[in-house]
């Protein structure tokens, strides 16, 4: 009785989660401005008519821009951070540690109207570079917590074996250090790319004239002959985002 129970529980869980991602797929093919059952056609033109709009695919540029950036920026900041706290012992780690992790604390509104009015005071225009700036606060968080267990997991005798055998510390950490982290680095430049890719909230308030790729898609869905181009966004922006999350979740179960 009771597995039955949980089985119509997990039923219900997968459907609430799921069968929306499945409808917007669905509906991405339906050959037809109306999102309504029964689906017209099976047709491929809105994906199509999304390759040939030059401002998604400006926004689309904008967007590259913005992840890649900040994934190797907050990638290399988390693992600056992750071998501070992992590899030496100072006053004020714990609260450090903590510290890291206050903009996850924050509802990304907050931070984005904060950060707004910092950059108006300070007159500096809006533009990609402070919107990377806002995804830097949201994700170098993400990207500790990847590296700091890994390099939890590293024995720190490699690099002393190493430096034993008269390598600089410089060539131990190329040599010896960042081959060993490399997986929990391949795993948080995945992660951090999707998270600011995917990003909204910061991109909205802090990008002005330049969208990205999620800003564009809200302000098509005003339209609704537009719809169904941003349900085939959305499905290419879904897939390609599961396929890196799982990637890099296999990436740090090796790691583990």
């Keep these: 009785m009771m597995r039955k129970v949980r089985l119509f529980y997990a039923m219900i869980y997968f459907i609430v989660l799921y069968l929306p991602i499945v409808l917007i797929i669905a509906f991405s093919f339906n050959d037809s401005v109306y999102i309504a059952f029964p689906l017209k056609a099976f047709t491929l033109r809105w994906y199509q008519a999304a390759m040939e709009n030059q401002q998604l695919l400006?926004?689309?540029?904008?967007?590259?821009i913005i992840a890649v950036t900040t994934a190797i920026l907050a990638t290399f900041s988390g693992m600056l951070a992750a071998m501070a706290t992992t590899r030496y012992r100072f006053r004020g780690r714990s609260l450090a540690t903590v510290s890291l992790f206050?903009?996850?604390?924050?509802?990304?509104?907050?931070?984005?109207?904060?950060?707004?009015?910092?950059?108006?005071?300070?007159?500096?225009?809006?533009?990609?570079?402070?919107?990377?700036?806002?995804?830097?606060?949201?994700?170098?968080?993400?990207?500790?917590?990847?590296?700091?267990?890994?390099?939890?997991?590293?024995?720190?005798?490699?690099?002393?074996?190493?430096?034993?055998?008269?390598?600089?510390?410089?060539?131990?950490?190329?040599?010896?250090?960042?081959?060993?982290?490399?997986?929990?680095?391949?795993?948080?430049?995945?992660?951090?790319?999707?998270?600011?890719?995917?990003?909204?909230?910061?991109?909205?308030?802090?990008?002005?004239?330049?969208?990205?790729?999620?800003?564009?898609?809200?302000?098509?869905?005003r339209f609704p002959d537009r719809l169904p181009l941003v349900l085939a966004l959305a499905s290419v922006v879904i897939i390609v985002s599961s396929i890196l999350i799982v990637i890099s979740q296999r990436l740090r179960s090796k790691q583990a």
Excluded at 58 to 64: D, G, L, T
Excluded at 113 to 131: D, H, P, Q, Y
Excluded at 142 to 151: A, K, M, P, T
Aim: charged fraction near 10%.
């Design 58 to 64: 400006s926004a689309f540029s904008n967007s590259m």
């Design 102 to 221: 206050v903009p996850l604390a924050l509802p990304t509104v907050v931070t984005g109207v904060a950060l707004l009015s910092i950059f108006m005071m300070t007159g500096l225009g809006l533009s990609l570079a402070t919107v990377i700036l806002g995804h830097l606060m949201i994700c170098t968080p993400f990207s500790y917590g990847v590296l700091v267990s890994r390099f939890d997991g590293l024995s720190p005798d490699f690099e002393r074996a190493s430096m034993d055998l008269g390598e600089p510390p410089l060539a131990t950490f190329f040599r010896v250090t960042l081959p060993l982290a490399m997986p929990g680095i391949v795993s948080s430049l995945l992660l951090t790319f999707t998270i600011s890719f995917d990003e909204f909230i910061l991109a909205f308030f802090l990008s002005s004239n330049s969208p990205t790729l999620p800003v564009f898609m809200w302000s098509q869905m």
